[in-house]
């Protein structure tokens, strides 16, 4: 499947309308991790981000623009599960010369679809920006969206690759020539600093 096909799926499946559509033949995730039909259960995708991790961030000052001006952040994130593993809750707060960042991540598990959707929210924005949606494949996780940025419709990529067990790598980037090039704009590393309790 190509890229830009893969991205309309998980822009269909994503989208809210597809929460109130039953689709035939697809089955419930069992306990062992996979469904009746015998596909992936994600569910526990990102068991591995429960706890606090110290956070270097990199965030590009301009997107889109041809600029290579980026600001460095450093602070933490820390994550919570809910629903018994199908949700969890980031809390990020980094800080660097430009001023603090304090945001929050709903990541939501769909059981029928078997992937997530990130949400974020900015404590200067009180709301949600539109969710990536993807899954992990082989530790690799891609969550992809289409959004308006500085008034243009773009896709939105978002990448998640393990660089040891106490560490990973998020990388956020723009395409506004319909996914044949991309730009990072966010990249962060996390290295666990102290396990969630219980």
């Not at 059981?111 to 009180?126: D, E, I, M, T």
């Not at 690799?140 to 939105?156: H, K, L, M, S, W």
Request: with cysteine.
């Amino acid at each position: 499947m190509t890229g830009l096909r893969r991205l309309l799926v998980c822009l269909l499946l994503g989208s809210p309308a597809a929460a109130f559509v039953a689709i035939p033949g697809i089955a419930e995730p069992s306990e062992t991790g996979a469904s009746q039909s015998g596909e992936r259960d994600g569910q526990h995708d990102f068991d591995f981000s429960i706890g606090t991790w110290k956070t270097e961030l990199s965030r590009l000052v301009n997107p889109l623009s041809g600029s290579n001006e980026w600001v460095e952040y450093e602070g933490t994130s820390v994550t919570r599960q809910v629903w018994n593993g199908r949700a969890n809750l980031l809390e990020l707060d980094v800080e660097g010369p430009t001023g603090r960042l304090v945001g929050l991540s709903l990541r939501l598990y769909n059981p029928q679809s078997r992937q997530w959707s990130l949400n974020y929210a900015n404590v200067n924005g009180g709301t949600m920006t539109t969710p990536v949606v993807g899954e992990f494949k082989e530790g690799r996780g891609e969550f992809y969206c289409q959004e308006t940025f500085n008034g243009r419709a773009i896709f939105v990529r978002f990448v998640i690759t393990r660089i040891s067990d106490d560490a990973w790598h998020y990388e956020q980037s723009f395409s506004d020539d319909g996914g044949e090039t991309w730009e990072a704009n966010w990249i962060a590393v996390d290295t666990l600093l102290k396990d969630e309790p219980g």
